[in-house]
């Protein structure tokens, strides 16, 4: 079992920043990707950015040149750090660990550890 527990969410305007962070706990020596989804409602789960314990990193393509994913694999963390933030940033955001690397895009039913997820709400 691993236990992600995130932080960073919050309330900004357009074109704001905002950084996520999530860390990892537990069986750790298993997880290979750690991600970020997001979820709006109505809406299915969505793969935001995910990177590989090799450091390979993969984005969607409405969030690539805004935001960069990291890891501290020395911590068991995973962050987000999201620029030039836009109204469709506004979601439920989830970290998301994953034993294997998974073809592009790995569905959300693929995903082996949830974190509870923080919200994010850009407005003006």
């Known amino acids: 079992q691993v236990r992600l527990v995130e932080s960073g969410g919050g309330l900004v305007q357009p074109g704001e920043s905002l950084r996520l962070s999530c860390e990892a706990s537990g069986r750790i020596n298993s997880i290979n990707v750690m991600g970020w989804y997001r979820q709006v409602p109505g809406k299915q789960r969505e793969l935001v950015a995910d990177?590989?314990?090799?450091?390979?990193?993969r984005y969607a393509d409405s969030v690539k040149g805004r935001f960069t994913i990291s890891r501290d694999y020395a911590k068991n963390t995973v962050a987000l750090q999201m620029d030039s933030l836009t109204l469709e940033d506004t979601a439920m955001y989830y970290c998301a660990t994953n034993r294997m690397f998974r073809p592009y895009p790995p569905t959300a039913d693929t995903i082996d550890w949830w974190g509870q997820g923080t919200q994010v709400t850009v407005s003006s």
């Open positions: 990177m590989s314990r090799s450091g390979q990193r």
